[in-house]
């Protein structure tokens, strides 16, 4: 029977101490939560926001973030996040702010709302899954204020499909009545009028956006409405974008302000603003 030596048995007790002491400094979300909400501070909800937002800074990025589980639940990661779930954790944090509930059992009902339509899970199609969807959604329940076209944006119509026309790319919509639903609510949005400003005006109007506003970026990629999003951040008065990279794999603020950031971005063609009530 082989023996392990003195120097090898101390070899794999370091090495087991070395993944023990990694198991155990994985912080769990609620851990996460209360330390951030306990060192964040702000005068008012787009402040206390994007300080939430920045102390997110460098945190891993993660695509699919959602797209765990079999059956539609409710998914909290604090740990790593892709565009959508960075803009809303951080937004469920301020509301449990605004509203001096903070547990994070209270910011978990706040997810919930910000993530599904009419506050409830119904499966796959009860998400709000286009970005100017959760926007009207959230301006018509009083969370928030399409700013857009009161800074200098314009109307315009687009025709979104991109869902319904992929639905073989998203495993949780093969359904006929997943795929009927979220068809139905593309005509709902279709039949709306949604406005953006284009990415050649972002610098004469960077003085209206606010520190902490939501910024939408829009898509001329066929079929589909908004293609990213993160916070406004002011620094040397130039607006810049707080957001969770995918190509740079983080949490991150664009290294260029954002309307020299887009004119290098083809696919994207400008952006909503939207403020936190």
Known sequence: MFKFNTSQKLLSCFILLISLASFQSIESDQEIYNKKIK?????????????????????PYKAHTLEINSEEKLVINLREFDCATFVESCIAMGISYRKNQLSFEKMKVFLQ???????????????????????????????LQDVTLSIGGQEYKKNIHYMSSHWRDYPQAKSQNTQNIIK????????????????????????????????????NIDGLDISHQGFAIKMNKRIYLLHASSEHKRVMVTEKPLAEYLASKPAQTGIMVVRLL
């Open 113 to 143: 709302k910000l993530r599904y339509h009419d506050n409830k899970i119904k499966g796959y199609e009860s998400r709000i899954h286009y970005f100017s969807d959760w926007i009207r959604t959230h301006t018509e329940d009083g969370l």
């Open 184 to 219: 139905q609510r593309e005509e709902y949005l279709n039949s709306q009028t949604m406005s953006y400003i284009p990415k050649s005006k972002i610098k004469n109007i960077e003085n209206k956006i606010h520190n902490g506003d939501i910024i939408a970026i829009t898509s």
């Open 39 to 59: 060192k964040a501070q702000g005068e008012n909800i787009d402040e206390f926001t994007l300080n939430i937002s920045k102390s997110f800074l460098n945190r």
